[in-house]
């Protein structure tokens, strides 16, 4: 479906458990193609203070999902196409791109070596995230994105044990126009060994270490936590990792991270989705070079029949500057109503409220948004 002015609690779910999940992603074939087409309107697009300005925006986005198997490996092809148009504001209209290959090679049932690579273009308007900190002379930015990872996973559930490591690298640019604004690299070698304590429960232990750069200023961050991972009687899927991070170089600092996701199916209609999340990373404010982002959201999604899906969905962000007292806290409260008339069409109405605390600001500042995306599948 078209990108729609929610936070997505899926794809952190699903890191949560990267190797419980991770076997049905190359189970089965498929040749999806996918069309949408949305139209926007915004109160407020740039976050201003006073004199706010309304948009009215449309979105053509074209999707391509390949997973091919064969013996001994697979390849999974996703490419994603979005052509975006504001009808006041011209200069804002853009193509993005996102192309995200993999291949998979299985070494035996329970075990495999898996390369990714991932590249993106986007254009986010001044005021939404990844564009909290821009200059005055722009009102938007591009970003661009090149990433590599090799994954290893030896073992996966219902084993008595299993170990997942991962080595990546990622280069991250934001551009206004034909001028740079800043420039991330990183390179990142993680860990997370699980052990089964349990018919459905397995005890987690977590490490990372980053190398990073922005512009001319360097980073490095290790990470060290345990946790756990159950279902608790099948009604829930709970993961918990908590533990201690320490950054070295151009800054120091220290402290507390953890990643905490529950998914409760309270009956067959209702679904309850918490996640919070908090740790260390590189500031795209030249006010800091790294920053603490704490993030917590929740979410309750109804079924109201085989055709009709709703949710509520409440959101908040804090960033909070290592290097100076700056700070930048961001509050969403969204309903989505998704309706499916037939198999492989799907029409999507949403309703977003933003609210934004900032030291760059002198007062909050809100947004209304409201969107109507259709997606046909086949």
Same mark, same amino acid.
């Given at each position: 479906? +078209? =990108? *729609?002015?929610? !936070? &997505?609690? $899926? ?12 076997? /049905? ?56 196409? +979005? =052509? *975006?148009?504001? !009808? &006041?504001? $011209? ?12 291949? /998979? ?231 989505d109503w998704q309706w499916r008339p037939y198999e492989g069409f799907d029409v999507d109405t949403s309703l977003a409220l933003e609210r934004i605390n900032t030291s760059l600001l002198d007062k909050h500042v809100t947004q209304q948004s409201a969107q109507v995306a259709m997606e046909y599948l086949w």
């Amino acid at each position: 479906m +078209t =990108q *729609k002015p929610l !936070f &997505s609690l $899926s794809l952190a779910f699903v890191l949560m458990m990267p190797v419980i999940v991770k076997a /049905n992603d190359w189970h089965q074939s498929k040749n999806d193609v996918a069309v949408s087409v949305a139209t926007k309107v915004t109160d407020n697009l740039y976050y201003q203070e006073s004199n706010p300005q309304s948009s009215f925006s449309s979105v053509l986005q074209l999707g391509y999902d390949r997973v091919a198997l064969f013996e001994g490996f697979g390849i999974h092809i996703p490419l994603e196409l +979005t =052509q *975006k148009n504001y !009808f &006041s504001e $011209s200069s804002l209209n853009h193509f993005d791109y996102k192309f995200t290959p993999a291949l /998979n090679i299985f070494l035996s049932e329970q075990s495999d070596i898996t390369f990714k690579a991932n590249a993106y273009q986007v254009q986010k308007i001044k005021g939404e995230e990844n564009a909290e900190f821009l200059p005055e002379f722009a009102d938007y930015v591009d970003e661009q994105a090149h990433s590599a990872a090799l994954n290893l996973g030896l073992g996966r559930a219902p084993e008595k044990q299993y170990l997942n490591i991962e080595i990546a690298t990622k280069q991250y640019q934001q551009a206004f126009e034909d001028l740079t604004l800043s420039q991330t690299e990183s390179k990142v070698m993680s860990a997370r060994y699980g052990h089964k304590i349990s018919e459905d429960s397995y005890a987690l232990a977590d490490g990372t270490y980053k190398d990073e750069q922005r512009d001319d200023l360097s980073s490095s961050l290790v990470e060290l936590g345990f946790g756990l991972y159950t279902r608790l009687g099948g009604s829930h899927q709970f993961n918990i990792v908590v533990g201690y991070f320490e950054r070295t170089g151009d800054t120091a600092s220290d402290g507390y991270y953890w990643l905490l996701s529950d998914k409760w199916r309270l009956s067959d209609e209702l679904e309850l989705t918490f996640l919070s999340e908090q740790h260390s990373e590189v500031s795209l404010s030249q006010q800091s070079l790294t920053q603490l982002t704490t993030e917590n959201d929740i979410s309750l999604q109804y079924q109201l029949s085989n055709a009709h899906y709703i949710r509520l969905s409440l959101a908040q962000i804090d960033q909070t500057f290592d290097q100076s007292d700056g700070f930048h806290k961001r509050q969403v409260a969204s309903f989505d109503w998704q309706w499916r008339p037939y198999e492989g069409f799907d029409v999507d109405t949403s309703l977003a409220l933003e609210r934004i605390n900032t030291s760059l600001l002198d007062k909050h500042v809100t947004q209304q948004s409201a969107q109507v995306a259709m997606e046909y599948l086949w």
